[in-house]
């Protein structure tokens, strides 16, 4: 299964009686209507070119509507001009699932992100055009002046993490590339240039911060404050609110446990009005268990992480998520511990703390210093009893060390061989993708059982053989089998 990341009925905080989601919308072009949704929620940044040329005139043709659902259903704010559509989302928590990505597919580390803030700042103050080696030297002096950082043309890991920075602004089209190569003067910027002009209304587009940044003393301020609403702003308007964070906690994650979830939406998330027009809104299924409720994209229509999917890592989490899933059905002697999961204010009081950490000191304002993630996570426990705390199996990090060994030993030819020839590397992107998805949760010396894994219990797979073709006598290299089949169960 692979889960995306819901108006309500009247008297469940949604729209008013006799409103509808897609309430315009014939049924012969609801299908284009839901596919419109789910390319703005898939691509918050839509230009003339990025994600392709289709679609923005697919966007802007049901601008209005969506304008209107998106913020009835989910609190969004759909900004559309002539060249760009982009969606203002409400943040609810500290996601670390979607990071920009470079042009070798990997994500972003600190370094690449606060070269692609400077240079943002740097093409503010620029023309029509810009060299590529004139924007270097530009955030060059802006990094200088950050503890830690900086930017060394003459470095090439320095260059290459600036030209990942630049490359995915140029794949939105905030800068198009008129001459030259950036990838050749990465190479050698002695000899090799790159010209690219400046589309300021995509600039604009990219950074719209809800907040002013230089006021935060805490990554908690960039989160919405919804759930610190007062009595003073009256009953409906608290409603509202609840189904709006519920919409966004089953759409933006891969399930949404109840045992997880805060008390005021427990009554939102089990509200059969939240499946129908979720349905209604994006086409997909919504799929209500026991333990909660998730929004499945089986095609990838919408997720950002296909699960299972293809690759060494999808493949090999596949099979490890069927053992650690067998593993915690056991029973006698044999029955794992069931440890209780980090709750989702403690996962978000841990990230930020790991995020707060890197924060400069040097400009934030003395009166603005009082946490803000006290006032918005902690008052729901201030009136009644604690909630039951549900606990998880519980399997060790030697045992998951022992179940990769052993399916490295029966399907590491199909792997690739950099992660088969380093099996720690390899379990850790294995758990970080499991625990991504919801199916496992990551603790100290192993990781919790969630209940999702169970629907890959079984799971079985085998490595293709191919019969060799004939080759040239000449030819010498052999290339390597590496197809793992894993069925869908």
Known sequence: ?????????????????????????SPLELADYQKAVRLVLRHPLITSSYPDRAALPTVRRWAEQLRTDLMEVLGYRLVTTADTARLLRVQDHLDTTRPAVTRAGRPFDRRRYAYLVLTLAALGRHGAQVALGELADAVAADAAR???????????TDRDAFVDAVTW???????????????????????????????????????????VLQHLTSVTGLLDSGSALGLATGRHAQRRDQARRARRLVLENPVAY?????????????????AEDLERLTGLAVERRAEGVAL???????????????????QAALLLGARISEAARRTGRHVPDLLPAPTAAERLAARARRIDAALPARGILAELS?????????????????????????????????????IIGEYGKGFAADLREDPDR?????????????????????????????RYRGVSARVKSRVPAPRPAAQTARFADDTLKDPTP
């Open 1 to 25: 299964m692979s889960a995306a990341r819901s108006t309500s009925a009247p008297g469940s905080g949604g729209r008013r009686a006799g409103e509808r989601v897609a309430e315009h919308v």
């Open 146 to 156: 950050i503890d830690g950082l900086g930017l060394d043309t003459t470095r090439k």
């Open 169 to 211: 602004l140029t794949e939105r089209g905030a800068l198009a590339l008129t001459d030259g190569s950036a990838t050749a003067w990465a190479g050698d910027p002695e000899r090799a240039e790159a010209l690219y002009d400046i589309d300021r209304e995509i600039l604009t587009a990219v950074h719209q911060p809800t907040r």
């Open 258 to 274: 109840y045992a997880d979830a805060e008390a005021e939406l427990l009554g939102q998330l089990r509200a059969p009005s939240l």
């Open 296 to 314: 499945v994209d089986t095609s990838g229509r919408l997720s950002d992480i296909r699960f299972p999917g293809g690759g060494t890592v999808a």
């Open 370 to 406: 009082a946490s803000e993630e006290e006032t918005l996570y902690e008052a729901a426990n201030e009136e009644g009893d604690e909630p039951e705390e549900t606990r998880y199996p519980f399997v060790s990090d030697s045992w998951l060390r022992g179940r990769l060994k052993e």
């Open 426 to 454: 390899l379990l850790a992107r294995l758990l970080d993708l499991l625990a991504a998805l919801s199916l496992v949760a990551r603790v100290d010396g192993g990781v919790l059982v969630l209940p999702l894994l169970a």
